[in-house]
Structure formats: C-alpha cells, structure tokens
T-cell receptor, first 110, second 114 residues
Framework: GNSVTQMEGPVTLSEEAFLTINCTYT??????LFWYVQYPGEGLQLLLK?????DKGSNKGFEATYRKETTSFHLEKGSVQVSDSAVYFC?????????FGTGTRLQVFP | DAGVIQSPRHEVTEMGQEVTLRCKPI?????LFWYRQTMMRGLELLIY??????IDDSGMPEDRFSAKMPNASFSTLKIQPSEPRDSAVYFC?????WGAGEAFFGQGTRLTVV
C-alpha cells in the first residue's frame, strides 16, 4: 500500500523566511499527490495537488512539484506569514485508501 | 453545499457509555472516510466506504468500534463501550472520485471519555 514520510516538526520560522517541508512517498503506479493543511481547531483542507510527473501544484504562495524519479513532493513557500502557522500533511493517492503522513507543524513568529 | 457535516462537535461521556458520532457527506460524493487524530498516533484511517459499502475496516482498533452507512447521505461511527483511551478528535471526509480525488473534511468531533 501507499506510505509517506514527512520531515519531523515543529518547523519554526520568522515571518518572511523561506519554507521547505520535505515529503517522500511509496506507491504503486502513478498516484496523485496532495498537500493538506490543518489550522487549529479545524479539519484538514486541500492546499494543492499534482496529478502527474513534473506537474507543479500551487496555491496561496505555496508550491510543490511532482518528482517521480525521487518519489518526492516537497512543499515550498518563498515568504511565510504568521497566518501560515498550521499543520501540513502530505498524501499520495492512487487507490481507494487515503493515507496521510504524520504531519509537520509550522510555527511562524513575527 | 455546506460541506461535510459532523455532529456533535464536542462529546464528553463516562467510561462504559455508548457514543455515536454522525457524518453527512457532501451530496454526490461516493466515498466516505472515518479518521481518528491524536497527538501520539497522528491521523489514523479507521474505515472507508464506497457507494455505502464498507471497503476496508482494518484500521478499526477493536470490536468496540463499528461504523455504518445506511444511505448515501449519512454515516455513523459507534463506540460501545467507550474507554478513556478513545479520547481523540474523529474526522469524517468524503470524496467524489474513486482512487484519485481530493477529500473534503468535516470539522471533527472532539470526544472525551472520562
């Protein structure tokens, strides 16, 4: 089955710093890849996705590129804001199951 | 659409009592997932349905847990009897596309068993 490994958190940054959260996955075939974000007290919501190799998903200044050769889908943002503080989850999906990584907590300080 | 609706938002119950969590998926979605989130174990998939049929319940921790989906617009997760270690946030999510689509999550039910 699918599995995903995310970098350990928390990631602590100052406002306007550059963000990278690493994600690598194992999956059969060619999964779609997702990043979800969870703000305090809420459910997960889709941040961005990519459905095939070399696709770049982007939303709200966040980007991630589907790297088939390295089975990775790293999340990046050039300049984080305090409002980006949340937990970020990477998820591959090509079967009926939807499995998430452990999540990476991001804390941004002014 | 109002999104995935879960009820109640918060539940406090005594050990040994029966607890029923409810979920209304987004209309037209044909896949439904139940997850449990704790600090220790992260986000665990408990069970999922496709077209109201349970497909995989291997994540259900014990026989005390059961889930049903009697129709396309309603699902329940029941714990009987409840134990303190069941305390967690339980999420329901639904998806339109089988196998590759994004999932939409409810706000969750925070369960505390004392």
């Amino acid at each position: 089955g699918n599995s995903v490994t995310q970098m350990e958190g928390p990631v602590t940054l100052s406002e306007e710093a550059f963000l990278t959260i690493n994600c690598t996955y194992t999956a059969t075939g060619y999964p779609s890849l997702f990043w979800y974000v969870q703000y305090p007290g809420e459910g997960l919501q889709l941040l961005l996705k990519a459905t095939k190799a070399d696709d770049k998903g982007s939303n709200k200044g966040f980007e991630a590129t589907y790297r088939k050769e390295t089975t990775s889908f790293h999340l990046e943002k050039g300049s984080v804001q305090v409002s980006d503080s949340a937990v970020y989850f990477c998820a591959p999906r090509n079967t009926d199951k939807l499995i998430f990584g452990t999540g990476t907590r991001l804390q941004v300080f002014p | 659409d109002a999104g995935v609706i879960q009820s109640p938002r918060h539940e406090v119950t005594e050990m040994g009592q029966e607890v029923t969590l409810r979920c209304k998926p987004i209309s037209g979605h044909n896949s439904l997932f139940w997850y449990r989130q704790t600090m220790m174990r992260g986000l665990e998939l408990l069970i999922y349905f496709n077209n109201n049929v349970p497909i995989d319940d291997s994540g259900m921790p014990e026989d005390r847990f059961s889930a049903k989906m009697p129709n396309a617009s309603f699902s329940t997760l029941k714990i009987q009897p409840s134990e303190p270690r069941d305390s967690a946030v339980y999420f329901c999510a639904s998806s339109l596309e089988w196998g590759a689509g994004e999932a939409f999550f409810g706000q969750g039910t925070r369960l505390t068993v004392v």
